[in-house]
């Protein structure tokens, strides 16, 4: 009986000890799990103090945590505290995992929790994703049991399948059962990746006069936000999953349980506009728009300011409209566009006028044309592109030249001459240029005449002074050949009057001979030939003396001759010697 | 350029035509010192197409600038560089004024050495030139005469050395006052008159716009036809534009 009280006692001690020792449970707040949905784990500590050490969560993906927890109460006396540490996870694969054991050291040593199961199941993203309780919360003890769909969030889209740049709109409704209900965070609407988005938060969501029935089941329904949607690219582009936190309770209930709610999951087809009618400068405008150009004022001064409006209307995806391109003058200083939006995105779409402002300063008096500007755009409706014209305007930039150079401070633009199109260039013909003359020195007759003369000059004197020396050189040549012909006349006559006896006439016609031999010889003027100039041009020139000798003796002889001329050698002595004295000479000269 | 000026009257020959040139030109900077620059640049064009002086179209160039036709005024500060490149005035107003063109252009390709021997040329002076030309080739008819006449060797010499020496000197100078002159006298640059010039790719108003030039841009001129001017830009670019656009330097 000892044995057996003793066997009680101890069974129970160990229980009490049980009871007061640590103990590590591992929990999930939904099993199965869809696939690709987050999900809480909670790892439990129970009694005591000790550090948890998760596991190893190889088969699935961290998404938050760990957050962690401490709880301590007073139960009859006897202290408990508790420790938590919870994790969102989301499951990556469909099947059955098993989450290894955690472990915690405490005081008392190590203990493990047991290894938990969990199935993955494939996700039915249609179906509105119902909130549960997380078991291992402390809210769920408190809260009355939260049943199944009975809070529902909802996103729907006006349209499924939009072409890039098409708005679309989002409802996000809330649907209720519960007698009390808090919604607790309503702030933020998903960012959808892929899509420019307009978000419309209802501030205070009232519950519509009626109700809305699903699945058999009558709900109080809210509208909760409205987001426009312009898709940026093409593709099936998934909505994210909308989660709302709230807080629910029945009527009779204290405390209220405290849920997240998520919504379905909607997927939108985005295609791409045809490229077919596609113009170069097309800039993406999707919608029915309309483009209205205007400037004011039209007339005005140099350096003054235009102010240039680009109003696109219409309905499409406005807020996503760039400038377009304005084709301006060079002379036309242009400044950033300032936009300005008045858009609604009331009515299933996004309606309203989007305005560009430009600040345009002429630099350069004229008259200018900015001519249409064309605006395309996609017409979803109608499946084809569009275009709108601006009006041309006409602006007189009226000014005085100096105002663009002249004083005061102003900008001056250097720009490089832009070149706007290119051809070929223009055939040549051969075409000569020739100067006109002007009134120059250089160049001019004066100048040539100037340069020449000298040369012309010393031309003529060379000219003069070779013909001068010619003519020198000449006569006294001439002469001298003209000597022998001379005295061959004279001695001819001289012979005549020998043979007819006339031997004073033969004297003085042989005295004739040799001084005019004499003179056309030695170029002496036959005024001035005697003895002594005849013997001094003959000795210049080099005759001998025997020679000049004999030619005395034959002259004084003629002279005596002439008085007595019995006593003188015979004639033809004297005509044989004067002959031989004028060949001897000739030949000598 | 006193000199020039004196020059080219008594080589018109005409004292009467000096003592108008005179008087237009004090009538001309009269009216600017009064500031009536339509009335300056009147007198000042009549006398400028009697004669030819840098500092008559550097007067002219700011009766223009003045007045405020940018493309005239840097025409005539060109012709008047043109005429006397190193007058530091000219440069300095041609300066200011190209500084208020809107084009951006390149300045013209020409060689170092080329510029250079142009500087030298106008430097001296094309009519200073003449007049040396001449001198040369006196003093080398004057080197053949001695070599001709003379009886010594030596001297005969001397004249030969001269003669060839003051030849070449004269035919030299000669060149050079030719060159100088067609420096001056080819208008193979043009400045554009008008505030805003289309160049188009052909004689034709219907052909294609190639590219935007403003007053006071400086363009090759390569060819005139009819009422066109076929003009060049230092980057290449070539094209076609009214004649009355543009005016020759």
């Given amino acids: ?589 | 350029m006193r000199v020039l000026f004196t020059l080219l009257i008594s080589v018109i020959g005409s004292l009467t035509l000096a003592q108008e040139v005179e008087s237009l030109i004090e009538a001309g900077n009269q009216a600017y010192e009064a500031a009536d620059y339509a009335m300056a640049i009147d007198k000042y064009d009549q006398a400028d197409s009697l004669v030819q002086s840098a500092d008559l179209d550097l007067n002219l160039g700011n009766a223009y600038y003045k007045s405020g036709a940018l493309g005239k005024a840097i025409l005539h500060y060109e012709r008047a560089y043109k005429l006397s490149p190193m007058d530091e005035d000219i440069q300095h107003n041609l300066t200011l004024a190209r500084n208020l063109t809107l084009d951006k252009l390149e300045e013209s390709s020409s060689s170092g050495f080329t510029l250079w021997w142009r500087g030298v040329l106008l430097k001296i002076g094309m009519d200073q030139l003449a007049w040396w030309s001449i001198i040369a080739a006196v003093l080398s008819a004057l080197g053949w005469v001695l070599f001709r006449l003379s009886a010594s060797r030596a001297r005969r010499q001397l004249g030969f050395a001269l003669g060839s020496l003051f030849l070449i000197a004269t035919v030299l100078t000669a060149w050079m006052s030719l060159s100088a002159r067609s420096v001056i006298t080819t208008q193979d640059e043009g400045i554009i008159l008008t505030s805003r010039v289309e160049v188009l790719s052909a004689p034709d108003e219907g052909s294609t716009e190639l590219f935007v030039l403003h007053e006071g841009s400086k363009v090759t001129l390569v060819e005139e036809r009819g009422s066109w001017t076929s003009i060049a830009l230092p980057n290449g670019n070539k094209g076609w534009l009214k004649s009355a656009e543009v005016e020759g330097i």
């Fill in chain 1, 1 to 589: 009986m000892a044995r057996a009280l003793s066997i009680v006692c101890f069974l129970f001690s160990l229980l009490i000890s049980l009871a007061q020792e640590s103990t590590l449970t591992m929990s999930v707040n939904k099993n199965p799990v869809p696939v690709g949905e987050r999900f809480k784990l909670t790892i439990t500590l129970q009694g005591g103090k000790g550090n948890i050490i998760p596991p190893d969560f190889k088969d699935f993906t961290i998404f938050a945590g760990p957050s962690r927890s401490t709880q301590t109460s007073w139960v009859n006396g006897v202290v408990s505290s508790e420790v938590s540490h919870s994790y969102f996870l989301i499951a990556e694969k469909i099947g059955s995992f098993e989450i290894s054991s955690a472990s915690a050291q405490t005081e008392s040593g190590t203990i493990q929790s047991k290894p938990l199961k969990i199935e993955v199941v494939k996700n039915d993203g249609a179906s509105a994703q119902q909130g549960t309780s997380s078991s291992g919360s402390q809210y769920q003890k408190q809260g009355s049991g939260g049943g199944t769909g009975d809070c529902i969030v909802r996103m729907y889209a006006n349209k499924s399948s939009v072409v890039v740049g098409e708005p679309l709109v989002v409802t996000y409704m809330l649907y209720n059962r519960y007698a009390r209900f808090d919604l607790e965070q309503h702030e933020q609407l998903p960012q959808h990746s892929g899509f420019w988005k307009d978000d419309k938060l209802v501030e205070s969501p009232q519950w519509a006069q009626e109700l809305e029935r699903i699945d058999g089941k009558d709900y109080r329904k809210a509208h909760l936000a409205t987001q426009v949607l312009i898709p940026q690219r093409a593709g099936e582009l998934k909505l994210d999953q909308y989660t709302a936190q709230v807080a629910v309770g029945n009527r009779m209930s204290f405390f209220m349980n405290r849920m997240e709610l998520k919504s379905n999951v909607l997927t939108i087809n985005v295609t791409r506009p045809p490229s077919q009618g596609k113009s170069a400068n097309y800039s993406g405008a999707v919608g029915d728009l309309d483009i209205k150009v205007s400037a004011s004022p039209t007339e005005l001064e140099v350096n003054e300011a235009i102010t240039l409006t680009v109003k696109i209307s219409g309905q499409g995806n406005l807020a996503l409209i760039n400038p377009i391109d304005l084709d301006l003058p060079e002379e036309f200083e242009v400044y950033d566009p300032k936009i300005k939006d008045k858009i609604s995105t009331a009515g299933g779409g996004m309606s309203g006028s989007r305005s560009f402002e430009y600040l345009i300063i002429p630099r350069y008096p004229g008259e200018y044309t900015l001519p249409q500007s064309e605006l395309q755009f996609y017409d979803y409706t109608k499946k084809k592109y569009r275009s709108a014209y601006g009006e041309e305007i006409s602006i007189s930039v009226q000014g005085d030249e100096s105002m663009v150079k002249g004083g005061g401070p102003q900008v001056i633009r250097k720009e490089g001459v832009s070149e706007l199109a290119s051809d070929i260039r223009h055939i040549r013909s051969e075409v000569e240029i020739d100067h006109k003359e002007g009134q120059y020195f250089t160049g001019s007759w004066q100048h040539w005449t100037g340069v020449l003369s000298p040369f012309l000059l010393l031309g003529l004197f060379l000219v003069y002074r070779g013909k001068q020396d010619e003519l020198q050189s000449d006569v006294a040549g001439m002469r001298r050949r003209k000597a022998g012909k001379v005295a061959a006349k004279h001695l001819k006559s001289a012979k005549t009057h020998l043979d007819s006896g006339d031997k004073s006439s033969f004297y003085a016609s042989l005295y004739q001979a040799m001084n005019d031999y004499a003179s056309q010889k030695f170029t002496i003027p036959l005024s001035e030939v005697n003895k002594e100039s005849v013997q001094q041009a003959m000795t210049q020139a080099g005759l001998d003396e025997s020679t000049i000798a004999s030619w005395r003796k034959v002259l004084l002889d003629c002279e005596m001759a002439a008085y007595a001329p019995s006593a003188i050698r015979g004639p033809q002595e004297l005509y044989d010697q004067v002959e031989g004295l004028i060949s001897d000479i000739e030949k000598k000269l």
